[in-house]
Structure formats: C-alpha cells, structure tokens
C-alpha cells in the first residue's frame, strides 16, 4: 500500500500495531528525526537507544535492556546498513512486541537474504525524491504479510473507512483514521521507478564500485561497510591516520570536509546532533510537553556521556548524500575519487590546519 509520506507512515503503522498515548516506542539515538518524531505524533514516547558505531544501527542488546513500559521498537537500516533483524525479533518475541521497520534508506538492501522491510512485523520505505526508490514528490510503501495488519492500515490511511479495491466509497468511518492518500501519480511514478531499478541497480554499482576501491586505498577515510547499494555513502575520519590522536577526531573531520567541498564533493555530517539531544527533546516541545509530564515517563540523559558511540559517529564522519545514486553518477565518482586522493596526498597540511583549528562540535 502507497501513503501520502513516511513520517505520516511510521505514525500509522504504530497506531496498526496498537500504540497508544503513553505507550513508549524504542527508537535509535541516530536517525532522521521523523523515526522519534513519529511516536510522538500518537502521544507515545520515544526511548532513544544506543547504536552500533560499525553498523550505526540499535542492537538486540541495547533494546533488551531498554524494556520496561515499552510497546513497540522502531528500528531503522540507516543508509540501507541493515540491523541484526534475527536477533532483535527474537528479542521482540520474547516480550510479545512488534517491530516497526523504518527502510526509507533501505530500499534493495538485504539481511541475510530478505530484503528489509520484509523481516519485522510491518516495513515502512519512504518513497522521497531524495532515496534509492522514489516518486515524483513525497510518498512511502507500507509492507506486511500479517493480513490483519493489512486491514487496519488502509482505514487509518483514509478517514477510517473500510473499503476494498473496485467497491464504492462509504464514506463512513469506523475507526480515527488520518487523510494520509498519496496522489495517483505518486505510485504510478513509483512504478515505473521499479520497472528501471533492478537495471539502474546494477549500473550504480558499476559506478560506485570502483569510487569505493580507490578510497580503500587511503587509510584516513573508512568507508565502514562499502555496500553497493547504500543510500548515503558515510565515511569515518581515522585521526591516526593523520598522525594525530583521538582528541583531534573532530578538528580532522572538519577540515577534511572543508578541503573536499572545495575540490567540489559535497560533504556534509549527516545529523549535527543525536536525536535526544536535539531541542524538539530536549526542550519537551509538542503538545505543551505533556508526554513529558505522565506519570512514569523516563526523563532521558541527552549528553555525550549517554551515547558516546553517536557522539563518536556524529563527530568523526561525514557522509556525501545520494548523488552516486544516479545511474550516470560514475564520471561524477571518478571526480570524488580524485578529489579524496588529493585531500590524503596534502594530509600534513591538514594536520596543521586541524591542529590549530578552533572547533566546535557540529552538536554545540
Ligand atoms: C530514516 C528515515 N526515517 C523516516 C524518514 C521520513 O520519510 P519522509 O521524508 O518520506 O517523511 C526518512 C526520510 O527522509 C528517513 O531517512
């Protein structure tokens, strides 16, 4: 089924599975905001959990030791990276909870065989014009093979109307639902997109393969997990690589970016902040903080000391965004290769340049 985006998505999906005002709904710590924003949206609770700064995904461990008024955990494949599903389902199982997949970044990547989106209880792929598979505007596919779920999707997308494909409009609602339809273009554009993709697929990763083997090649940039299809390309400044320790992590990522972006690659941190620390959070805004004032409600720490892999993550990388997505993109990745290479062949420059840096990290 085709929704009207995917922030409006998450939120329908989790009103599917039964959340409720009050309901907490783990989240991971680094994603777009909409992942928490979305639980918020039904009066529930975001509990922001740690990631895995290799994968930059939540794992089992962390949420297992998140329960306690928990409903629900949202998990996202950020930057089409997939989260260790296996295990975080059985964690769910063992405390009767649906899994809520967040794929707008992982349209084509695979988990052990099955493509996310497809694994936990319910799937949610952003259709934005910014991600591996769009439309022409705004929009997002919701995929389950529960039919019950099924059936209680389609009315919270329209009015909280039941109605089946080819019978006339009621017009009457049975449930609160949302106006959340997308137009008929969107997934008719999608469609077409699908036609394509499998073909598009294959020549992205003829461009972005020989892009990734030549940054292998220079040990002060980790391109982490060179997957062919990722959705954003992230890569972790190594400071000792530069010679320089870890205090000069940011300082180095800072003028690597500088130094790229003026070679013409547009490097930029992709999220400034861990999501509780951002001020929608921190400051409790939204419904006057009313979630924040339930009896119960965990008040959660948002500073370095709570996520340092995010911090670490957020401090030391930098990502270039979606342009290697374009099938035609390789000329484009050529030019980033060489761009990279001279940034590395003029290192002692920017250790100087790092080291008398006076830094501020993205988050302050
Ligand atoms: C991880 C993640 N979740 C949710 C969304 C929200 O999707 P949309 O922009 O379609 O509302 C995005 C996208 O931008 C995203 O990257």
New binding site residues.
């Given amino acids: 089924m085709v929704v009207s985006?995917?922030?409006a998505t998450?939120s329908l999906t989790l009103a599917a599975v039964g959340i409720e005002p009050g309901d907490e709904v783990i989240v991971p710590a680094l994603?777009?905001v909409?992942?928490a924003a979305a639980p918020m949206h039904l009066l529930a609770v975001p509990v922001f959990v740690a990631i895995d700064p290799d994968t930059f995904n939540m794992t089992p461990a962390v949420v297992e030791a998140a329960m306690a008024r928990v409903r629900a955990i949202v998990v996202?494949h950020l930057h089409g990276l997939p989260a260790d599903m296996d295990e975080i389902n059985a964690v769910a199982r063992r405390h009767g909870l649906p899994v809520v997949e967040?794929a707008?970044?992982a349209h084509n990547a695979h988990y052990r065989g099955r493509p996310a989106g497809a694994i936990g209880t319910i799937g949610t792929l952003?259709l934005?014009v910014?991600k591996n598979l769009a439309t022409c505007g705004?929009g997002?596919l919701v995929t389950t093979d529960d039919e019950g779920l099924a059936r209680r999707v389609a009315p919270l997308r329209q009015f909280g109307e039941l109605s089946g494909t080819g019978t006339p409009r009621t017009y009457i609602p049975h449930m609160l639902g949302w106006n959340n339809k997308p137009h008929a273009i969107q997934p008719a554009f999608t469609r077409s997109q699908l036609r394509r993709f499998p073909a598009d697929l294959l020549r992205r990763e003829r461009n972005i393969r020989p892009f990734l083997d030549r940054i292998a090649d220079l040990p002060g940039f980790l391109a982490t997990h060179p997957l062919l299809d990722q959705h954003i390309l992230r890569f972790r400044g190594d400071p000792a690589a530069f010679g320089l320790d870890d205090r000069y992590m940011g300082p180095v990522r800072a003028e690597v970016q500088r130094a790229l972006r003026a070679e013409g690659v547009p490097a930029t941190p992709y999220q400034s902040m861990p999501l509780p620390t951002q001020h929608m959070f921190r400051a409790a805004h939204g419904f006057d903080a009313w979630l924040w004032r339930l009896a119960g409600t965990r008040t959660q720490p948002g500073g370095p000391d709570a996520f340092p892999a995010v911090f670490r993550v957020i401090e030391d990388s930098f990502a270039t965004q979606e342009a290697h997505l374009h099938p035609d993109a390789g000329p484009l990745l050529a030019h980033y290769a060489s761009a990279f290479e001279k940034v590395w062949q003029n290192r002692d420059d920017l250790t100087r340049l790092a080291t008398a840096l006076t830094y501020t990290p993205p988050w302050e």
């Fill in positions: 985006n995917g922030t998450l994603s777009f909409a992942t996202v967040d707008a970044q952003s934005n910014s705004e997002c």
